[in-house]
Every structure is written in C-alpha cells, then in structure tokens.
C-alpha cells in the first residue's frame, strides 16, 4: 500500500488538500455548486527537508495555510440579507489605512501567534499550575517524576475534554464529516482505486497520519522529555517547557512518521489512542461532501514522480 504525504483540513463546507506541489480548497456553495482555489506552495528547501527541523518549520506554515483556507471557505457561507453588510467597520478602515494591502496576512500571522499562544496556555501552562496545586516533594528525583506525570494526565484529561465539548457543537458536525470525507479519500487514493464515491464510502474514517494523532503524540512526547527536567523554581519550569516546545514538535512529527511508515503490527498500538480521539474529530460523510474531497484531492496530484512518497 502506499503512503502519501498528501493530507487536509477541514472547513466551513468544504476542505482543503496540501500536495507535494500546491494545496487546493474546495468549498461547495449554497448554490451547489463547488468551487475550487489553487494555490502553489514555496518551494521546499534544507529546512523542509532536515529531520528535527521540517516538523517545527512545517507545524507553522500548515497553521498558516490552513487560516488562509479557512477564511476563504467563510466567504462562501450563506448569511442572511440583513446580517450582510458591504460596508467596512472604523477598525477595518484604520488598519488598512495603516497596512495598506497587506493588512489580510498581517492578519493571518497575527491569528496565528494568537492562537499557538493560546495552546501554550491551555496545554502547557495551565497544567504546570494545577500540577504546582499539589504539594509533591520536588527536591526529590521521584518527587519530580511524579509532579511530571501528574501535570501529563492533566493535559490528557484537558484535550480529552476540548475536543469532546467542540464535538457537541452543533455546526462542528459537517466539519468534522469533513473530516473523515479527507481521510476516506486518502485511504482510496493509498489501496490504489479510482477515486469515485462508492470506492471512497468503503474506506474508514481513521488514518493513522491525522493532525489528531500527531496533537496526541505531541502530548506523550511532552511528559516524557518534561519528566527529566529538575525542578528549579515555579517561573524556570514553564520557561524551560516553553523553550522546549520546538524540541516536542520535532520529535514528535518524526516519531509520527516513522509509526506511520512502519509496517509492523505493534504500531497498531501506537495508533490506538489517535484513532481513539479521531472518533470525537471525524465523522461518517455524506456523498457530496465526498464529491467535493476528491475534487481538492484531484486538484493537488503531481507530475513529479514519488514526490508524495511519505
């Protein structure tokens, strides 16, 4: 079977596919119709390509891709009459006034930092303080390793319960079918069939290299690294783990890939507690939704040869 390095993002009625040479979005309009966006992608260079550096290097430019995505698929929402309105707000005419053109990837970057941030907060932070809640004898080297532990099942339990409050929200449903549309295809495309909706419908909606799995490896991989530092003071520990976080990513994007490129059974169980969390981040499609994966899938195929190979 084979492996692609082809993968997506789920979006307001749509997705988007990222391919070797350039990433395609696909938004069906509430006409029906599907529309397609292509855009080529920079040209990969030593840092897309180097082990430990191309995780971190890729993390953010998908971030920043996918926030570009997904305000194009916004655009395409049917909102009612009275709600539109073409006329900009005094905040809208100041910063374009400052920033001119460039004012939308401003924006972007700016959205982006705001929200890796964000998870630092959430998933870093937060749990180094609850952890700190508890009076664990830090002088210790089991005192340390288990003030780790501790702070890890925190951040287990804290993603656990994100992605099962956004997986109650009504309008995530379709995105997250989505979802599991963008992974059926890739599944399809990987056995080798023809890219049609009844070959897509048979495939599962769990893949193995899924942004899900990797959030989960990251956080594994946290605890661990994190259970070997010292305890120095409350303002060292979070700073160490923010410094360490490009560490994390790097080691976890390679760790994705080799587990995703092994053919050994064992790696079932590396993939166990991804495709667990999967089941709150996909959902079963419906056939346009299908329709419209395989148009972003068909749209970022290649010339080159081997040039997805995982």
């Not at 938004?27 to 992608?41: A, M, N, S, T, Y």
């Not at 993939?271 to 499609?285: C, D, I, M, V």
Request: net charge positive; with cysteine; proline share 4%.
């Amino acid at each position: 079977m084979k492996k692609t390095t082809i993968g997506g993002m789920a979006l307001i009625e749509g997705l988007m596919m990222i391919g070797p040479e350039n990433a395609a979005i696909a938004v069906r309009k509430p006409d029906g119709e599907i529309i397609v966006d292509k855009r080529p992608l920079p040209r990969n260079n030593k840092f897309n390509k180097s082990p430990f550096i191309r995780g971190v290097v890729g993390f953010f430019r998908q971030m920043v891709i996918g926030m570009k995505a997904l305000l194009y698929s916004t655009e395409f929402v049917d909102v009612a009459e009275e709600e539109k309105s073409d006329e900009p707000s005094k905040l809208d005419r100041f910063f374009t006034k400052i920033f001119g053109d460039k004012i939308s990837d401003i924006l972007i970057y700016v959205t982006v930092i705001i929200s890796i941030a964000f998870s630092i907060g959430l998933f870093i932070l937060l749990p180094n303080i609850l952890a700190g809640l508890l009076h664990f004898n830090k002088k210790t080297s089991s005192g340390v390793i288990y003030y780790n532990l501790f702070e890890g099942l925190i951040k287990i339990l804290i993603f656990f319960g994100y992605l099962s409050l956004t997986s109650r929200i009504k309008e995530m449903k379709r995105v997250w079918q989505y979802h599991g549309a963008e992974h059926k295809t890739i599944h399809c495309y990987e056995h080798g069939d023809e890219l049609t909706v009844e070959n897509v419908k048979k495939y599962s909606t769990k893949h193995p290299r899924c942004g899900t799995s990797f959030l989960f490896i990251v956080i594994v991989v946290s605890i661990i690294i994190f259970s070997f530092l010292p305890w120095v003071s409350t303002i060292m520990n979070v700073v160490m783990r923010i410094l360490l976080i490009p560490v994390v990513a790097s080691l976890s994007y390679e760790l994705l890939r080799f587990i995703g490129r092994s053919e050994l059974k064992i790696m079932k169980i590396f993939n166990a507690p991804g495709f667990l969390f999967q089941r709150f981040t996909t959902k079963e499609p419906d056939e346009s939704q299908i329709e419209v994966a395989i148009v972003a899938f068909n749209n970022v195929l290649f010339t080159e040869k081997d040039a997805d190979k995982w």
